[in-house]
């Protein structure tokens, strides 16, 4: 007759328990004490500039996205063509169609999705640096602005 | 040098500054918190740093608090924050 293997049960204690409610209750505690900070302009040219915005956390971690955004200067004035923001828990981006009007196309087609907001940080940097002039011609193109606004 | 091959360099330059704030600390802290202008400056290109300085005059003449992000050759410390006295 075969024997059968005993199951051995685990039993957590009360106090255990209680200290893991505790430090859950306190990273909960940390990770809603988020800072958003004042906007910094990292300047390209006299006529480009990269305009963002994070929530950090009290240790300076990034935890959101807020705004990472590219501007061009034309007729005085700097305007956002594109910007990528995780408002809604995922990276998207929101393109401006024209000069006269401040509507915005929100896609997140080609967008990462995946990863924390430090990944979504410097991915929407990487795709400004990719593709800054492609949307820069096609702004200054569809406002019909000659030599991409330089 | 012209504005299209200053913005081509310098967004090369904030892409790898974007990569070393997002993994330093203390590096976003002085650049995020200075709530001012950037402008990145080269270890290696005179010419674009020529620019740069420039621009930075331009933004001083804007009346703007300009950092200056500076890559070294240092591995330890491969970006310096310099805060330009108005």
């Known amino acids: 007759m075969k024997r059968r293997k005993r199951v051995k049960r685990r039993y957590y204690s009360a106090r255990l328990i209680h200290k893991l409610i505790r430090l859950y209750k306190e990273y909960v505690g940390k990770k809603l004490k988020l800072i958003e900070t004042s906007p910094a302009e990292i300047y390209l040219s006299e006529y480009d500039r990269i305009t963002h915005l994070a929530s950090i956390n009290e240790s300076r971690k990034i935890l959101e996205t807020v705004n990472i955004s590219y501007e061009i200067l034309l007729e005085g004035k700097w ?35 995946t ?23 096609a702004f200054t193109r569809r406002n019909k602005i000659p030599y991409l606004g330089y | 040098m012209g504005k299209k091959q200053q913005a081509i360099k310098n967004i090369d330059l904030t892409s790898k ?13 002085k650049v ?7 402008v990145p400056f080269s270890a290696t290109d005179k010419e674009l740093n020529k620019a740069n300085e420039e621009l930075v005059k331009d933004l001083l003449k804007e ?24």
């Open chain 2, 63 to 86: 009346g703007k608090n300009v950092v200056k992000a500076e890559e070294t050759k240092s591995k330890l410390e491969p970006w310096k924050f310099i805060t330009v006295p108005s």
């Open chain 1, 115 to 137: 990863g924390s907001p430090h990944s979504w940080y410097t991915w929407a940097i990487q795709d400004i640096k990719r593709k800054f002039i492609e949307y820069r011609t």
């Open chain 2, 17 to 29: 500054l974007a990569d070393y704030i997002a993994v330093h600390p203390e590096a976003s802290k």
């Open chain 1, 79 to 113: 305007i956002t063509i594109v910007r990528f923001d995780s408002h809604h828990g995922y990276l998207h981006r929101h393109t401006r169609i024209s000069l006269t009007d401040e509507a915005e196309i929100e896609d997140s087609v080609g967008v990462k999705k």
């Open chain 2, 32 to 38: 995020f918190a200075s709530g001012g202008s950037v």
